[in-house]
């Protein structure tokens, strides 16, 4: 194992002779989506670099994409292929028409690295039509690591506690059915005050994770027949002490680097609201790290090629892994941005990442708002939007905060109410 003897970026490539072509969406992941999912494409703009190419679904917010390159920051290798509906996940647009890329491509004059969000098939053909290697794993080894109850029988094999569980088939054509989900959830309760029950595969776009005192049940049967869940975990809810998420990277070398841990702010225990980085060490670090490596030994042995983030609970009884993200994370194009960012302010100690939104606007009004906080390249403690490309019809966006201190950042969020964000 390696513990950040390299950047993030080193680790997906560190050769002159490649460029990186970012395909951030993440439709291949939603493979049951309601045809309402964001792509997110353009979280690849800020945490590119000049020599990139980002690909995009829909097209460039020009005001966004001249902010950043008047800070010197993202690219001007920008492929934009104007499909602002539908389902069609990037990947397959690039599959079956790779020539827009491949012209970029041919201007940097360098062998290229495709580096999708999530890797599926599709991603696997894309990263073929364009000549280019893939940054990312067959799709099938990915699927299986994403999987919640494959993680957790995983774990298992490898001697990792795990919260106990049932793995339970909802099966809507089967009257009985929801009266075996009942009894299920009543025996849990029975020594527990409150059950977890959630999908085991995350490709709905819609958060298909619940609890129950047992109140509520077949209201929650409703819900996860009417989504079409094949499988749910049922497990007993534990009071959460934290939420870690546990970042790895395996280069295409197969070479383990730690990326680093962050702080997950969950609603109500379950529903992921905020991801804090800071660089004071928790207590339980350590053990985690032990864990996670165990993990990621087993899928660099698997051939697995890319990010990997371990949710972990931190309980009075343990600490438990949950599940893996094997593909990027959210913040993993954070990491990115805020890296390119401290090229131009300095180390940047804490930083927070949110979901957030105000009244709907193009770029430009976003900036002036935004102006006493808003990131200049010169102030350390400031606000990154990013995720812009629904602001003008929904007034939706995420922001990085980023200061010097979990107070400053505290101090950041409060100015954004102040200004009307939030």
């Known amino acids: 194992m390696m513990d950040n003897p390299r950047t993030f970026r080193e680790c997906i490539s560190n050769s002159d002779t490649e460029c990186l072509v970012y395909g951030a969406d993440n439709l291949s992941q939603f493979t049951r989506s309601n045809g309402h999912i964001r792509s997110k494409c353009d979280r690849a703009l800020p945490a590119a670099r000049p ?3 980002v690909v995009l679904r829909g097209k460039p917010d020009r005001a966004y994409q001249s902010w950043l390159r008047s800070l010197g920051l993202g690219t001007d ?10 389902k069609t996940p990037l990947s397959r647009l690039i599959a079956d028409n790779p020539e827009p890329v491949k012209a970029a491509i041919r201007k940097l004059n360098k062998k ?19 000549g280019a290697d893939l940054f ?11 999987e919640k109850s494959m993680f957790k029988t995983i774990c298992r094999q490898l001697d990792i506690p795990v919260v106990e569980d049932t793995l339970f088939r909802i099966r809507p054509d089967n009257p009985e059915n929801p009266v075996e989900m009942e009894k299920i959830i009543r025996h849990y309760l029975k020594r527990y005050s409150m059950v977890l029950i959630r999908g085991t595969l995350d490709n709905t776009g819609v958060s298909l994770v619940f609890k129950t005192r047992g109140d509520d049940i077949n209201a929650v049967y409703r819900q996860l027949s009417g989504h079409g ?4 975990l049922i497990e007993p809810f534990l009071e959460v002490i934290s939420s870690p998420n546990d970042q790895w990277i395996i280069t295409r070398k197969g070479e383990i680097t730690h990326l680093g841990m962050r702080d997950q702010v969950c609603k109500s225990g379950i529903h992921h609201v905020a991801t804090i980085k800071r660089r004071e060490p928790s207590s339980e670090e350590d053990r985690i790290k032990e864990i996670s490596f165990k993990i990621v030994q087993h899928l660099a042995e698997a051939n697995y090629v890319g990010v990997t983030g371990i949710d972990y609970i931190v309980t009075a009884s343990g600490i438990y892994p949950v599940e893996n993200n094997a593909r990027f994370n ?4 954070v990491s990115l941005i ?4 401290e090229e131009l302010t300095g180390p940047v100690p804490c930083w927070k990442f949110i979901k957030t ?14 102006a006493p906080v808003l990131f200049d390249g010169l102030k350390q403690e400031s606000v990154f939007p990013y995720n812009c490309d629904h602001l003008e019809k929904t007034g939706e966006f995420a922001v990085i905060l980023m200061g010097g201190s979990p107070d400053q950042i505290a101090a950041l969020e409060a100015t954004l109410g102040e200004l009307g964000v939030g």
């Open 338 to 341: 805020v890296a390119n960012a």
């Open 330 to 333: 959210g913040s993993s194009y």
């Open 136 to 146: 990312g794993a067959p799709g099938a080894l990915t699927w299986r690591h994403n």
């Open 77 to 86: 290798h920008v492929v934009a292929y104007g499909c602002s509906t539908g």
């Open 112 to 130: 290229p690295v495709y580096v999708p969000w999530f890797s599926g098939n599709l991603e696997n053909a894309a990263a073929q039509a364009l």
């Open 229 to 232: 869940v094949g499988h749910v």
């Open 51 to 53: 020599e990139d190419i």
């Open 357 to 370: 939104r105000t009244s709907p606007c193009p770029f430009n009004a976003l900036s002036r708002q935004l």
